[in-house]
């Protein structure tokens, strides 16, 4: 039921920021490439979870698509599955690849074929479990377009051969 679905912070940030930079991008004759992330930091009293609820989070997804696409015209080129899943309760590699095999079949059946970037860890020395959890679900690997990490620990240097290395033996 869409209207059960509630965007206001999303038309928001569309309206003031989106929409502007997309206008700027095409006078200049550029465009836009949007990144659609999904981010669960949980709060006390929330009564979904999306990380153990893959359909869910498959429909808010596609919900949202559909919201922009209606509402503004803009299709995301990319989709950011889950910000910083090491800073949440729930998020890990399994539920990242779970939730990457439900929500781009649901997508691709309305005609949306967005690049898939995960898994978006907070600290490169995370990427390794989480990645090899994620693409462990049967059928990520074909979905998945780009790996992400973020460098926020010290040590992340360390990690990035590792990386490396798990990005070209799965490309």
Do not use: C
Request: aromatic share 10%.
């Amino acid at each position: 039921n869409a209207a059960g679905f509630q965007f206001a912070n999303l038309d928001f940030q569309v309206e003031q920021v989106l929409l502007p930079m997309r206008r700027l991008m095409e006078a200049n004759g550029e465009r836009l490439f949007a990144n659609l992330g999904f981010v669960d930091f949980s709060r006390p009293g929330s009564n979904v979870e999306h990380a153990l609820a893959p359909d869910e989070y498959a429909e808010l997804t596609l919900q949202t698509f559909l919201h922009l696409k209606n509402k503004f015209g803009i299709v995301p080129d990319a989709l950011e599955i889950i910000l910083e899943p090491d800073n949440t309760e729930h998020w890990r590699g399994r539920q990242i690849g779970l939730a990457i095999v439900a929500t781009m079949d649901r997508l691709r059946r309305a005609g949306f074929s967005p690049q898939v970037i995960a898994p978006s860890v907070s600290k490169a020395g995370n990427f390794a479990a989480y990645f090899d959890a994620m693409i462990a679900v049967p059928g990520v690997l074909p979905l998945l377009h780009t790996v992400a990490y973020h460098r926020y620990d010290i040590q992340s240097g360390r990690a990035i051969p590792d990386i490396r290395k798990r990005a070209e033996q799965h490309k």
